[in-house]
T-cell receptor, first 114, second 113 residues
């Protein structure tokens, strides 16, 4: 199993450009998440999904959009990129339940907006 | 929504000493409290977790304690080694509203040889 795969690993964007960060998992996890990690900071939840066709906002959703058409894929769309979106983005997945919820993270995507 | 606070932000210890990292959470409905370790340039990985019906859990040199009444939980690392140097994140998962996992701001641990 590959686990959680993110692409691209690195990207530089100009202000106002748009792009999509791809995330796919092969563990048949129902829950998927996008977090951002600013330099020296913690992980902030952007969006999450409890299953195909269902998404919801996290702590910092502004400037982003997501979709979940399949169990495996959870792309994150940045519209009109701004310097404040310079960050490392981590996708994660889990079998969620009312109890334990162990997140498996992807390797991260480092985005710079200039 | 849930808010998780973590202290200290930086912790420096001598090899062989113990390290303690503390977290508080705001949502009394949270029922699962994991700890993740992130080495430089790597992804976070789970090192230990505790459920709300348990007060303490230990795994070799690491242990976690939970005080539900005070909404506090802590990570204890004994006999620290240089390879323990990393950023540690606490987190809390709610039992309602989509079971979101919210992270603390992280603690950068330095273990000096």
């Amino acid at each position: 199993n590959a686990g959680v795969t993110q692409t691209p690993k690195f990207r530089i964007l100009k202000i106002g450009q748009s792009m999509t960060l791809q995330c796919t998992q092969d563990m048949n996890h129902n829950y998927m998440y996008w977090y951002r990690q600013d330099p020296g900071m913690g992980l902030k939840l952007i969006y999450y999904s409890v299953g195909a066709g269902i998404t919801d906002k996290g702590e910092v959703p502004n400037g982003y959009n997501v979709s979940r058409s399949t169990t495996e894929d959870f792309p994150l769309r940045l519209e009109l990129a701004a310097p404040s979106q310079t960050s490392v983005y981590f996708c994660a997945s889990s079998y969620s339940s009312s109890g334990a919820n162990v997140l498996t993270f992807g390797a991260g995507s480092r985005l710079t907006v200039l | 929504g849930e808010n998780v606070e973590q202290h200290p932000s930086t912790l420096s210890v001598q090899e062989g000493d113990s390290a303690v990292i503390k977290c508080t959470y705001s949502d009394s409905a949270s029922n699962y409290f994991p700890w993740y370790k992130q080495e430089l340039g790597k992804r976070p990985q789970l090192i230990i977790d505790i459920r709300s019906n348990v007060g303490e859990k230990k795994d070799q040199r690491i242990a976690v304690t939970l005080n539900k009444t005070a909404k506090h939980f802590s990570l204890h690392i004994t006999e620290t080694q240089p390879e323990d140097s990393a950023v540690y994140f606490c987190a809390a998962k709610g039992n309602t509203g989509g079971f979101k996992t919210i992270f603390g701001a992280g603690t950068r641990l330095f273990v000096k040889a």
